[in-house]
């Protein structure tokens, strides 16, 4: 049962990311992309502390609580957050005003993909056959779900200046 559970809320949690690209493109159409980021990050803050209220308060975690050696994490994590959910929604709304719902999330399909090519380039790391294999099928798997299986629609995309 508590696998069900798991994969339920992994299938919710696509489902959400799937239909952000559509959704949003409506959106930016009829509101200022900065008050759309805002409303947004504010209903998710309620539904998270909705949750975070469900949790026992002495099973929270507390920032007193953090020890000074990981307080020096703090800043990474605050870096992250700012470039990998702040800015990707800024520049995920901009791309959005100026290309389709199909084309930003056949990019978006792309991100783990240059994950893994800037952690060969900068990182050094290592990819094997498994990784570029899972990969290789992400994308076609990617693909064929975004243009419903009908590859002739590729052929007539048009690149847009929000592809970039």
């Known amino acids: 049962m508590k696998n069900r559970y798991i994969y339920a809320l992994l ?4 489902m959400f990311w799937g239909c952000s690209y559509p959704l949003t493109k409506m959106v930016v159409d009829y509101m200022p992309r900065d008050s759309f980021i805002f409303f947004r990050f504010l209903i998710a803050a309620v539904i998270l502390r909705i949750i975070i209220q469900a949790v026992p308060a002495e099973e929270r975690p507390c920032l007193s609580d953090l020890k000074k050696d990981r307080i020096g ?33 056949i990019i978006g399909a792309l991100n783990p993909v240059m994950t893994i090519i800037i952690g060969v380039i900068f990182a050094r790391q290592y990819i094997n056959r498994k990784m570029a294999l899972g990969v290789l099928i992400s994308l076609i798997g990617a693909v064929l779900t975004i243009c419903g299986g009908n590859l002739n629609l590729l052929s007539g995309m048009n690149l847009n200046s929000g592809d970039l």
Do not use: D, H, K
Not at 11 to 14: C, Q
């Open 73 to 105: 994490r703090l800043v990474p994590a605050a870096v992250s957050g700012f470039l990998g959910i702040f800015m990707y929604q800024i520049l995920f709304f901009m791309s959005l005003e100026r290309t389709t719902a199909i084309n930003s999330s």
């Open 11 to 14: 299938v919710l949690g696509n």
